[in-house]
């Protein structure tokens, strides 16, 4: 995937280094068009920062252990944390873009390591938000077939080995973008842009192994929840359990992880389906869709902390617990300054 700094729309032929083969794919934008793509970016981006600091604080102050001993909410934080470093990274750069219609605004060694750092945060990112989703799927498919075989303290080791193995595979597939991203500098009108493709002569066998990874996540989330509904639909002891607090948190997880995989493929199916077109078979590059695929892509990293407050309980009762300190806090404050 090219998300960002080096968008698939930007490649109609990559073995061409003619300043018209990049021009004449570049958007140009009015003023009032710039405006709405910014305002979106930045609405994007205020959610994002803020809904995840809400989901890494929620587990940071969970002081009875109900969050940091159950597998689900230990992946949902580390999501956070990728979708924070990706709004942080990915959406100010995607603002500039916007405002300058593509180019790079800072040469040299520094805007050279940024070129390199946005594309493999960007593309890091997205990896691990694919892979965690998987880890979920899984297992909420193990939680609703086998409730007995895990204790809490394995669901902790088991989140942390997810953890690492997916950080750390993601980091590895995608360190070669910190090799070939480069500078492309234009003479006729002096222009300079930040690419990985143009530099990296075998991306279509690299970033098709990524694709075919990513159908193949979609195929077994697909599977692994297809059991499930059968499970909960179907199964006489689940429906026996009905008054049961356990089998009522098991429907209630595995509902909140259903809808985080739907929201997941809802932001990122249209750019993966745009970015075979365009770069594989070069058809179906409109502006307007490469704009709205790109900026679901970043606009889901604003979403998961919404699904939490609505399905989660716990969520909720910290989002309260911070409201409620928060208004302490200023309280407190406007005491001192009537005293003084």
Same mark, same amino acid.
């Given at each position: ?27 140009y934008d009015s003023r009032t068009s710039k405006g709405f793509k910014v305002l979106a970016y930045v609405l994007v981006l205020v959610a994002s920062v803020m809904g995840n600091l809400f989901v890494i604080y929620a587990i940071k102050r969970d002081y009875r252990g109900k969050l940091r001993r ?33 180019? *790079? ?52 080791? /088991? ?12 980091? /590895? ?29 075998? *991306? ?8 075919? /990874? ?60 745009? *970015? ?65």
């Open positions: 995937m090219e998300n960002g700094s080096d968008s698939y729309f930007t490649h109609k032929n990559d073995s061409l280094g003619s300043n018209e083969t990049i021009l004449d794919a570049l958007p159950r597998f689900t909410y230990l992946m949902i934080t580390s999501i956070a944390v990728s979708d924070l470093l990706m709004a942080v990274v990915s959406v100010p750069e995607r603002i500039t873009r916007v405002l300058s219609a593509d180019e *790079w605004m800072l040469a040299g060694s520094l805007g050279l390591v940024l070129c390199k750092v946005v594309n493999f945060v960007e593309k890091v990112s997205i990896t691990v938000s694919a892979l965690h989703v998987t880890a979920l799927a899984t297992h909420r498919f193990m939680a609703i077939f086998y409730p007995r075989r895990t204790s809490k303290s394995q669901n902790c080791r /088991l989140a942390a080995i997810c953890m690492s193995m997916v950080w750390l595979f993601g980091s /590895l597939y995608w360190s070669p973008v910190l090799y070939y991203g480069g500078l492309l500098s234009l003479p006729n009108p002096p222009r300079l842009y930040c690419k990985v493709r143009y530099f990296y002569t075998h *991306w279509r066998f690299s970033y098709l192994a990524f694709l075919i /990874l990513l159908l193949g996540i979609l195929v077994v989330v697909l599977v692994l929840y297809a059991a499930i509904w059968f499970k909960l639909s179907c199964s006489k002891t689940l429906r026996d359990e009905s008054i049961s607090i356990a089998a009522e948190m098991r429907r209630k997880t595995t509902a909140m992880v259903a809808v985080i995989v739907a929201s997941f493929y809802c932001c990122f199916l249209p750019y993966w389906i745009g *970015w075979i077109l365009c770069s594989y078979q070069h058809v179906f590059c409109n502006h307007i869709f490469t704009f709205i695929s790109i900026y679901l892509t970043h606009a889901s990293v604003a979403v998961n902390p919404i699904i939490c407050l609505i399905f989660s309980r716990h969520y909720r009762d910290a989002l309260r617990e911070l409201l409620t300190s928060s208004s302490s806090s200023q309280a407190v404050i406007r005491q001192k300054r009537t005293k003084l």
